[in-house]
């Protein structure tokens, strides 16, 4: 495992894609779907308030929500279809995300559920001390009729201070975005097909594989 | 190594040696081909006006074969001999399970997805041989092909069925079915379909069958629009006949009761606006061209239906929306819902309901694959249909 716990830059925090400062956060996510004079989520908003960015997504996963909270809560399970993340070991109540970042590099980032309702939500928060501040929240509602779970993934990152972090984040943070939207649609396929669709010809020609190659 | 049909750019297509295809997914079959065709879709290709064609891409999405390789979840065994359709779907999704399989949602992969949903608001789902817009598979006009999701897309074809038979159920046989479906035909009906390419004159053998009074065929090709006739059409002559007029007084002063659009976004004519958007679609700044889509809404009577199998792949100029909403028309399209239509087709080949075989003209080596595309680009009157057989010889 190639790790490198000093890569403290935003290039890093671009690999998980979901870096974010402040507790602010915290009650930022829990009232997204009241973030205007409209019913639609805050992320849908065209400028969001504050001077951070947040990402989210929703997709409809034809499959019970029980099934896909437990495959979720096993963090162990996430490396498969989240493509820049490399392991996630759980130690107790923490778990540590271990995530690719550009040069070959990985980083360390330790997280602690914040909050959970069995077969409805799961939110994470990284521990104090880590090198990278992180939080997510992933939630599950039943859809209409026999159309299974909608599952709303919701990220916040905040660009990190200084000069030389703002240039690097400018270059980066198109990307969560980008990365959860494909995060999500794996974990679509992955539970609706049992497998991640993939064009390739070749094993050797897959995305992943080219992945480590390049890694 | 293989040999197959690969992608160079506009007018440059190339029988190559690639790699052989491989088992990666569990759900995944490799399939021998037998005979694969050259769908009027792949002209689209060949002209370079479908974006996301990748030089060296193998292309082809008409295919069938014996089942050499199989996932430890595929259905299909070894030995087999199996027809593909086109499109490519999980059987697990919302759009599966209401049978709108080329909505698939998980057959293009998902970091193949943001191209098509940037251009259309939502991906497409995934298709064999048919640009990176939908998924950048490997098409079938080569002598292996991977197959995903393979216990949902082939049908098993009876041994006593020669190829040329049930090949077409992989495209154009229920896309002219469906294209005939979505135009609603009830008896008594007077029915007019553009285009006698292989969709169209499936579209007019289908409404036939589906009972239609009368069907009106219009092409400029007099080959193409003797088959038609063969199958129980009427014809107009575009280049010769004033095709509104004619229609008017063919429906009795009414009006046709549905249109189906079988030509797409390369319509021949030589209307002005035709013309302008030829140029537009040679420099690049790609307005389809819908000559026959416009006049085929003009033509339809108040309250018809418009039936669009032909294919689009952007946006087009002065469109009759206006004619449209006032004499209250109802549209229906889409790409194939291939998986649905494909029991009772190949029950209505077997008792000889449909014909499949009278549309092809040509069958040629895989290896004389180029050429078969120069040929049915160049010579449309003539070259109707190819059909294209890995195991065929080359002339000397």
Same mark, same amino acid.
């Given at each position: 495992?190639?790790?490198?716990?000093?890569?403290?830059?935003?290039?890093?925090?671009?690999?998980?894609?979901?870096?974010?400062?402040?507790?602010?956060?915290?009650?930022?996510?829990?009232?997204?779907?009241?973030?205007?004079?409209?019913?639609?989520?805050?992320?849908?908003?065209?400028?969001?308030?504050?001077?951070?960015?947040?990402?989210?997504?929703?997709?409809?996963?034809?499959?019970?929500?029980?099934?896909?909270?437990?495959?979720?809560?096993?963090?162990?399970?996430?490396?498969?279809?989240?493509?820049?993340?490399?392991?996630?070991?759980?130690?107790?109540?923490?778990?540590?995300?271990?995530?690719?970042?550009?040069?070959?590099?990985?980083?360390?980032?330790?997280?602690?559920?914040?909050?959970?309702?069995?077969?409805?939500?799961?939110?994470?928060?990284?521990?104090?001390?880590?090198?990278?501040?992180?939080?997510?929240?992933?939630?599950?509602?039943?859809?209409?009729?026999?159309?299974?779970?909608?599952?709303?993934?919701?990220?916040?990152?905040?660009?990190?201070?200084?000069?030389?972090?703002?240039?690097?984040?400018?270059?980066?943070?198109?990307?969560?975005?980008?990365?959860?939207?494909?995060?999500?649609?794996?974990?679509?396929?992955?539970?609706?097909?049992?497998?991640?669709?993939?064009?390739?010809?070749?094993?050797?020609?897959?995305?992943?594989?080219?992945?480590?190659?390049?890694? | 190594?293989?040999?197959?049909?690969?992608?160079?750019?506009?007018?440059?297509?190339?029988?190559?040696?690639?790699?052989?295809?491989?088992?990666?997914?569990?759900?995944?079959?490799?399939?021998?081909?037998? #005979?694969?065709?050259?769908?009027?879709?792949?002209?689209?290709? $060949?002209?370079? /006006?479908? +974006?996301? *064609?990748? &030089?060296?891409?193998?292309?082809?999405?008409?295919?069938?074969?014996?089942?050499?390789?199989?996932?430890?979840?595929?259905?299909?065994?070894?030995?087999?001999?199996?027809?593909?359709?086109?499109?490519?779907?999980?059987?697990?999704?919302?759009?599966?399970?209401?049978?709108?399989?080329?909505?698939?949602?998980?057959?293009?992969?998902?970091?193949?997805?943001?191209?098509?949903?940037?251009?259309?608001?939502?991906?497409?789902?995934?298709?064999?041989?048919?640009?990176?817009?939908?998924?950048?598979? #490997?098409?079938?006009?080569?002598?292996?092909?991977?197959?995903? $999701?393979?216990? /949902?897309? +082939?049908? *098993?074809? &009876?041994?006593?069925?020669?190829?040329?038979?049930?090949?077409?159920?992989?495209?154009?046989?229920?896309?002219?079915?469906?294209?005939?479906?979505?135009?609603?035909?009830?008896?008594?009906?007077?029915?007019?379909?553009?285009?006698?390419?292989?969709?169209?004159?499936?579209?007019?053998?289908?409404?036939?069958?589906?009972?239609?009074?009368?069907?009106?065929?219009?092409?400029?090709?007099?080959?193409?629009?003797?088959?038609?006739?063969?199958?129980?059409?009427?014809?107009?002559?575009?280049?010769?006949?004033?095709?509104?007029?004619?229609?008017?007084?063919?429906?009795?002063?009414?009006?046709?009761?549905? *249109?189906?659009?079988?030509?797409?976004?390369?319509?021949?004519?030589?209307?002005?606006?035709?013309?302008?958007?030829?140029?537009?679609?040679?420099?690049?700044?790609?307005?389809?061209?819908?000559?026959?889509?416009?006049?085929?809404?003009?033509?339809?009577?108040?309250?018809?239906?418009?039936?669009?199998?032909?294919?689009?792949?952007?946006?087009?100029?002065?469109?009759?929306?206006?004619?449209?909403?006032?004499?209250?028309?109802?549209?229906?399209?889409?790409?194939?819902?291939?998986?649905?239509?494909?029991?009772?087709?190949?029950?209505?080949?077997?008792?000889?309901?449909?014909?499949?075989?009278?549309?092809?003209?040509?069958?040629?080596?895989?290896?004389?694959?180029?050429?078969?595309?120069?040929?049915?680009?160049?010579?449309?009157?003539?070259?109707?249909?190819?059909?294209?057989?890995?195991?065929?010889?080359?002339?000397?």
């Amino acid at each position: 495992m190639r790790s490198n716990r000093d890569l403290k830059t935003p290039a890093s925090v671009v690999g998980l894609g979901l870096a974010i400062g402040g507790i602010a956060f915290g009650t930022f996510l829990s009232r997204r779907r009241k973030g205007g004079a409209d019913d639609a989520p805050v992320y849908a908003r065209k400028s969001p308030p504050g001077d951070h960015s947040l990402v989210g997504r929703t997709v409809t996963i034809r499959k019970p929500r029980a099934e896909l909270y437990s495959f979720w809560r096993n963090f162990g399970n996430l490396p498969q279809f989240m493509e820049n993340v490399e392991e996630i070991r759980e130690n107790g109540d923490t778990a540590t995300w271990v995530i690719k970042a550009p040069g070959g590099a990985s980083v360390d980032v330790e997280t602690r559920v914040s909050d959970e309702r069995e077969n409805e939500l799961i939110a994470w928060r990284s521990t104090d001390g880590s090198d990278i501040t992180t939080s997510g929240r992933v939630e599950f509602t039943d859809a209409p009729g026999d159309r299974g779970t909608r599952v709303s993934l919701i990220m916040a990152y905040d660009p990190p201070g200084g000069a030389a972090g703002r240039a690097l984040a400018k270059l980066f943070l198109r990307e969560p975005q980008v990365q959860a939207r494909h995060d999500l649609k794996r974990f679509k396929a992955l539970m609706e097909t049992g497998e991640i669709t993939t064009s390739a010809r070749r094993r050797d020609q897959t995305r992943e594989a080219k992945q480590q190659e390049n890694g | 190594m293989m040999r197959a049909l690969t992608w160079h750019g506009t007018h440059d297509v190339r029988v190559e040696t690639v790699d052989d295809p491989e088992i990666i997914n569990s759900r995944d079959a490799i399939i021998k081909i037998t #005979s694969t065709a050259i769908c009027g879709s792949d002209l689209h290709l $060949y002209d370079g /006006v479908i +974006p996301g *064609v990748m &030089p060296g891409d193998v292309l082809g999405h008409e295919f069938m074969g014996e089942v050499v390789e199989t996932g430890k979840d595929s259905t299909l065994k070894k030995g087999q001999r199996v027809v593909v359709p086109f499109t490519i779907s999980c059987g697990g999704c919302f759009h599966c399970k209401i049978q709108q399989f080329s909505a698939c949602e998980n057959s293009n992969p998902a970091e193949k997805q943001d191209m098509s949903a940037t251009l259309y608001g939502h991906p497409m789902a995934g298709l064999f041989g048919y640009s990176h817009l939908t998924g950048g598979y #490997s098409g079938g006009q080569a002598e292996y092909v991977r197959v995903p $999701y393979s216990d /949902v897309g +082939p049908i *098993v074809v &009876p041994d006593h069925l020669e190829d040329d038979k049930v090949l077409f159920l992989s495209d154009i046989l229920p896309t002219g079915w469906m294209g005939a479906e979505n135009a609603e035909i009830q008896p008594d009906d007077t029915v007019a379909v553009w285009g006698c390419g292989p969709v169209g004159l499936f579209a007019v053998q289908s409404a036939i069958v589906m009972g239609a009074s009368k069907v009106i065929a219009i092409d400029h090709y007099p080959n193409r629009l003797a088959l038609a006739k063969q199958m129980g059409a009427e014809t107009i002559d575009f280049r010769k006949t004033d095709v509104r007029e004619a229609l008017m007084e063919m429906s009795g002063g009414i009006g046709v009761d549905a *249109v189906i659009d079988a030509v797409g976004m390369e319509a021949h004519g030589f209307a002005a606006d035709n013309m302008i958007d030829i140029a537009k679609q040679k420099i690049g700044i790609g307005a389809d061209r819908a000559k026959a889509l416009k006049q085929a809404i003009l033509a339809v009577r108040p309250g018809g239906r418009v039936s669009i199998p032909g294919v689009y792949g952007g946006m087009t100029d002065k469109f009759p929306l206006g004619a449209l909403m006032e004499k209250g028309l109802q549209v229906r399209t889409g790409q194939t819902h291939v998986q649905r239509y494909l029991k009772d087709l190949l029950e209505k080949i077997e008792d000889g309901t449909l014909d499949t075989t009278f549309m092809i003209s040509h069958r040629l080596p895989l290896e004389d694959a180029a050429r078969g595309y120069k040929c049915f680009h160049d010579e449309q009157n003539d070259w109707t249909k190819v059909v294209l057989k890995p195991d065929m010889e080359m002339a000397k």
